[in-house]
């Protein structure tokens, strides 16, 4: 299989990763909150100048490590602080960042590893080690596992590992957050969402504030309590929690089922009222999604199947989707693939 043939299988994307535009929008705004995640039940937060100081400590340790332009490091996992400053902080070493599909199989990783050895691996779950410790194996790959998740003291998976709190520092626990968010993008998912660590990268150069939930199992309530103002997903994940929402709405001969669908049909004819309004506010929000005012589909529309009457629902509960292409040029031209940042 060649190259471009086991890319492909895998998955894995080759990130472009803006890092003077990310450190330029750090040094306009030093003390503005850059990120948000929820840990261990707190929400926590980065501010700008936490990212770049961590992001240049980080790089430096990398290059101690002998990561240079000549190095591949390869980032998996649910996207988080912790995975974004690393990206910056590989790339800030000079290194090639490739975003690998978490839920990879061992050999189909074992096989891509054969033509595209590593210097090093982020692996953001703890379900992850396994495989890639067996397949560094197969592949006969001398590569250091950088974990970023709490390995237990004496736990057989723990021998040979580095935590990524290890090279981190500050910026693995961040500080407390003070202040309810306000205008956040919200990300919940990982790198099997294979253009979602250039966008992040990208939005972050926008000088966007990004916000994660704890983990992807605790995204809907996460995003509940935080009730971002904007959210960008994959096509996939589009299509998921619209069919999600579409169960969830009052079914069958009962009032509020009727309710809903006349106030569902008012909103797509553009003459709901303002008890329709308020009936489709309430539905928003235990999907956190009462102040969300615009999704940032990022993909191709085609790149999942996707049923338009329940993709039409977000629209018609005041929320539109705006498709953005894969960031896949240069920053100076991101602003046309994100007008969200606009």
Same mark, same amino acid.
């Given at each position: @299989?060649?190259?471009?043939?086991? @890319?492909?299988?895998?998955?894995?994307?080759?990130?472009?990763?803006?890092?003077?535009?990310?450190?330029?929008?750090?040094? #306009?705004?030093?003390?503005?909150?850059?990120?948000?995640?929820?840990?261990?039940?707190?929400?926590?937060?980065? $501010?700008?100048?936490? #990212?770049?100081?961590?992001?240049?400590?980080?790089?430096?340790?990398?290059?101690?490590?002998?990561?240079?332009?000549?190095?591949?490091?390869?980032?998996?996992?649910?996207?988080?602080?912790?995975?974004?400053?690393?990206?910056?902080?590989?790339?800030?070493?000079? =290194?090639?960042?490739?975003?690998?599909?978490?839920?990879?199989?061992?050999?189909?990783?074992?096989?891509? %590893?054969?033509?595209?050895?590593?210097?090093?691996?982020?692996?953001?779950?703890?379900?992850?080690?396994?495989?890639?410790?067996? =397949? %560094?194996?197969?592949?006969?790959?001398?590569?250091?596992?950088?974990?970023?998740?709490?390995?237990?003291?004496?736990?057989?998976?723990? $021998?040979?590992?580095?935590?990524?709190?290890?090279? #981190?520092?500050?910026?693995?626990?961040?500080?407390?957050?003070?202040?309810?968010?306000?205008?956040?993008?919200?990300?919940?998912?990982?790198t099997d969402w294979s253009d979602g660590l250039g966008f992040i990268l990208h939005a972050l150069a926008l000088a966007a504030t990004l916000a994660f939930p704890e983990s992807r199992t605790a995204a809907g309530r996460d995003r509940r309590e935080i009730q971002p103002a904007r959210f960008a997903l994959?096509?996939?994940?589009?299509? @998921?929690?619209?069919?999600?929402?579409?169960?969830?709405?009052?079914?069958?001969?009962?009032?509020?089922?009727? #309710?809903?669908?006349?106030?569902?049909?008012?909103?797509?004819?553009? $003459?709901?009222?303002?008890?329709?309004?308020?009936?489709?506010?309430?539905?928003?929000?235990?999907?956190? %999604?009462?102040?969300?005012?615009?999704?940032?589909?990022?993909?191709?529309?085609?790149?999942?199947?996707?049923?338009?009457?329940?993709?039409?629902?977000?629209?018609?509960?005041?929320?539109?989707?705006?498709?953005?292409?894969?960031?896949?040029?240069?920053?100076?031209?991101? =602003? $046309?693939?994100?007008?969200?940042?606009?």
């Open positions: @299989m060649s190259v471009p043939d086991v @890319m492909a299988a895998v998955r894995a994307v080759l990130v472009q990763v803006p890092v003077t535009e990310i450190f330029a929008a750090a040094a #306009l705004t030093p003390h503005a909150e850059a990120l948000r995640h929820k840990r261990r039940g707190r929400w926590r937060a980065w $501010s700008w100048a936490d #990212l770049r100081t961590e992001s240049e400590g980080l790089a430096q340790a990398l290059r101690e490590r002998g990561i240079d332009d000549r190095s591949v490091v390869a980032i998996s996992g649910d996207y988080a602080p912790g995975l974004v400053i690393f990206a910056i902080a590989a790339a800030r070493a000079g =290194a090639r960042v490739v975003a690998v599909p978490t839920g990879i199989a061992r050999v189909d990783l074992a096989a891509w %590893l054969r033509e595209k050895p590593v210097a090093l691996a982020f692996v953001g779950l703890r379900e992850q080690l396994g495989t890639w410790r067996g =397949a %560094l194996r197969e592949a006969a790959c001398q590569a250091e596992i950088i974990v970023d998740f709490h390995l237990p003291w004496g736990h057989p998976s723990a $021998s040979g590992q580095t935590a990524a709190a290890d090279l #981190l520092g500050d910026a693995a626990r961040g500080r407390e957050a003070r202040r309810p968010a306000s205008e956040v993008l919200w990300i919940e998912e990982g994959s096509v996939t994940h589009h299509a @998921m929690l619209a069919g999600d929402l579409t169960t969830r709405l009052a079914a069958g001969p009962s009032l509020a089922a009727w #309710l809903t669908r006349n106030a569902l049909s008012a909103a797509r004819g553009g $003459s709901a009222r303002w008890h329709q309004r308020w009936l489709l506010g309430r539905i928003r929000r235990p999907f956190g %999604l009462a102040r969300t005012r615009e999704l940032t589909v990022v993909g191709l529309p085609d790149a999942a199947p996707v049923d338009g009457a329940r993709v039409d629902l977000f629209a018609a509960l005041g929320i539109p989707a705006r498709w953005a292409a894969p960031p896949s040029t240069p920053v100076g031209q991101a =602003a $046309s693939f994100f007008p969200v940042f606009a």
